[in-house]
């Protein structure tokens, strides 16, 4: 298994022979604007500082084009704007292959996909399904401390000579995350753990703590960091992270730079 960060969530997974491209947001540095330029869409940081910066924050480290190329699949996770790319006609994902399969967390999220053009829309369900000999499984979350912003959703995926991976996701750590990694038991663990908040729904994804809770339920695992140093409603940087999980004697937790790619092994 490789696993390609691209940038923020956006992670291009090889797995048992397959291809998936995950939360797919592909936008110029800069070009979605400022949470002062989107407060219509009721975002509100919790840091004043944070109203005036534009995002994404950093360019994509590759072209579009080598980024999309060999993707078998999309998978997207929930339809936020750092995790997909969004018009303001409402349509989406429109620097991507249309007629490449989509997965998508529910059927409301797919009809969005329909709607903007993608020909093979599915929906991931808890009871999981193959995709070319992948297993592939909808895991529940909790985006949001406070009052969650929006649905959002991680999966598992599993093959034979593969380890099991588990994309947790825009979630906080909470009983969903945990009675995950008790039943699946996966060997790699990807986090998403800027800390980003939000006025209204407090911390909308992991943090440090939490962090070293999936770890402690989670102890034979592997763990990836992601989704780092592209939103500016983050708290936490990849340097702030790494030094908090330092201290707390979790050096392995791995947080790889836009573009490297890593390797496991079952």
């Known amino acids: 298994m490789k696993l390609q ?7 291009k997974i090889t797995y048992g022979g397959v291809v998936f491209l995950v939360d797919p947001w592909l936008a110029e540095k800069a070009s979605l604007g400022t949470f002062r330029q989107m ?41 936020h704007p750092d995790h997909v790319d969004m018009d303001m006609d409402g349509t989406v ?4 292959r249309h007629e490449t399969p989509l997965f998508t967390q529910s059927a409301d999220d797919g009809a969005v996909f329909t709607k903007s053009g993608f020909s093979d829309v599915r929906v991931m369900t808890e009871s999981g399904a193959d995709f ?21 959703c991680g999966f598992f995926l599993e ?8 994309a ?30 939000l006025e209204g729904n407090g911390r909308l994804i992991m943090d ?9 339920a989670a102890p034979q695992a592997q763990i990836v960091a992601v989704h780092m140093d592209t939103v500016a409603h983050a708290c936490l940087t990849r ?6 999980l330092d201290a707390e004697g979790a050096a392995d937790v791995r947080m790889p730079a836009d573009g490297e790619t890593l390797t496991f092994t079952k």
Not at 93 to 96: F, N
Not at 178 to 197: Q, S, W, Y
Not at 208 to 216: C, G, P, R, T, W
Request: glycine residues 8%; hydrophobic residues 45%; neutral net charge.
């Open 5 to 11: 960060l691209i940038r923020n969530a956006m992670v």
């Open 39 to 79: 407060e219509a869409m009721g975002f509100r940081p919790v840091v004043p500082e944070q109203w005036d910066i534009p995002m994404p924050m950093c360019a994509l480290p590759f072209p579009k084009e080598t980024v999309l190329a060999g993707v078998d699949a999309y998978i997207v996770t929930h339809l």
């Open 93 to 96: 994902g429109a620097p991507l």
């Open 132 to 152: 070319r000999g992948v297993r592939f499984t909808k895991t529940p979350g909790r985006h949001g401390t406070e009052i969650p912003c929006g649905p959002s």
């Open 159 to 166: 093959a034979p000579g593969e380890p099991v991976l588990y």
């Open 168 to 197: 947790a996701g825009d979630t906080v750590w909470y009983d969903g995350v945990a009675e995950t990694l008790r039943r699946v038991k996966p060997d790699v663990i990807m986090l998403n753990a800027c800390a980003a908040r």
């Open 208 to 216: 440090d703590k939490d962090v070293l809770a999936v770890k402690a």
């Open 239 to 244: 340097q702030s992270l790494r030094l908090l």
